[in-house]
């Protein structure tokens, strides 16, 4: 943080948030209010006390309260969720900021993060299982930083609409709780 006292108090010019190592770009499909938990394109996403939310379609400046921001998030908002991959529970995000965005054009979803595990024809990440529908995810290995797009099927599942692609840069900085 950066900023400066003034009569006794300090008045932040600049806050860096806590860094981020995933990134999802999907549509709810389920909420749990009660435990501020939501199903996003598949994973799993954690609210903390900590996660800001932003509303993209809110042109007021009215400010409104935490409770106000997650009870207006609905099923089928699509949002841009940025966070840090968990991989207790199975694996899931831990979302520092949701940004809800306009309609997307499409039904891709894209979600970047750490592979947990990859089969003969399906790679998963924080406990969400792609099939591969005819892309390559040669080069991935578990543990490399991927990102990948993907849509759901009418069958429920989840596959690729394009090849895995590995970040060069994955280093194993991993935060695991």
Do not use: H, P, W
Not at 100 to 118: C, G, P, S
Not at 152 to 177: A, F, H, I, K, M
């Amino acid at each position: 943080m950066e900023g400066d006292f003034r009569e006794g108090v300090l008045v932040a010019e600049e806050i860096e948030g806590r860094e981020s190592d995933a990134e999802l770009d999907g549509r709810i499909e389920s909420i749990d209010l009660a435990d501020e938990s939501m199903l996003v394109s598949g994973v799993r996403v954690q609210l903390t006390s900590n996660t800001l939310i932003d509303d993209d379609d809110d042109d007021d400046d009215d400010r409104r309260s935490r409770v106000q921001d997650v009870q207006s998030l609905q099923v089928g908002d699509y949002l841009e969720i940025e966070g840090r991959q968990r991989s207790s529970k199975g694996g899931f995000l831990e979302a520092l900021s949701i940004e809800r965005e306009d309609d997307d054009d499409d039904d891709d979803f894209e979600l970047e993060a750490r592979v947990t595990a990859i089969g003969a024809e399906s790679i998963t990440i924080m406990n969400l299982e792609v099939l591969r529908n005819g892309y390559s995810f040669s080069g991935a290995q578990v543990g490399d930083e991927v990102e990948i797009e993907y849509r759901q099927t009418s069958g429920g599942q989840y596959e690729l609409t394009d090849n895995v692609e590995v970040d060069d840069d994955s280093d194993d900085d991993s935060d695991d709780d």
